[in-house]
């Protein structure tokens, strides 16, 4: 049986062990459709394309950005997660990207979104985010509407669609 690095490849006509790790291979992915019509117009958006989106994300996830001004064999730039609130997931990502590039060729570890502050406190709720969350059930989320109030909002139930799938 053959193993994936002995088979040919089709986009270098070459045995697939003798590509680079740097090369970008077609994968499958599968996506629904409107979701990737998402990822389109998130990627337009960032005049970018759904491929460079993706592999951010992807990359993200594993804990590391990669420097495209790097060589193909230089080690990726660490990344930790901090502070997410204040924007979004993209523009955090983007801009970790952009910080990982500039670093360029002396990297060290970037944090997505804002750096988490040393000894930081914990923030105790108050007594009325307490008592809201006594009053939920569970499906309920409790958001904190501007000016501390909190805003019980009940999950709708998501009925059974009738699949056998999963049913043992």
Known sequence: MKTDAD?????????????????????????????????????????????????????????????????????????????????????????????????HPHHEPVTIGEPARTGSVVPVPDESLLRARARTRAGSAVFMEPGGNPHITPVPEVRDHGSKKGRR
Request: aromatic share 6%.
């Open 7 to 103: 088979r040919p490849c089709p986009q270098h006509h070459q045995p697939r062990s003798q590509c680079r790790p740097s090369d970008r291979h077609v994968h499958s992915m599968r996506f629904r459709d409107d979701d990737w019509e998402n990822a389109e117009q998130a990627a337009w958006a960032d005049r970018s394309d759904v491929t460079t989106l993706t592999t951010l994300v992807m990359e993200a996830m594993l804990g590391y950005i990669r420097c495209y001004r790097c060589r193909e064999n230089a080690p990726p730039v660490p990344v930790e997660f901090g502070n997410l609130t204040g924007g979004t997931l993209r523009e955090h990502l983007t801009d970790a990207e952009k910080r990982v590039v500039s670093q």
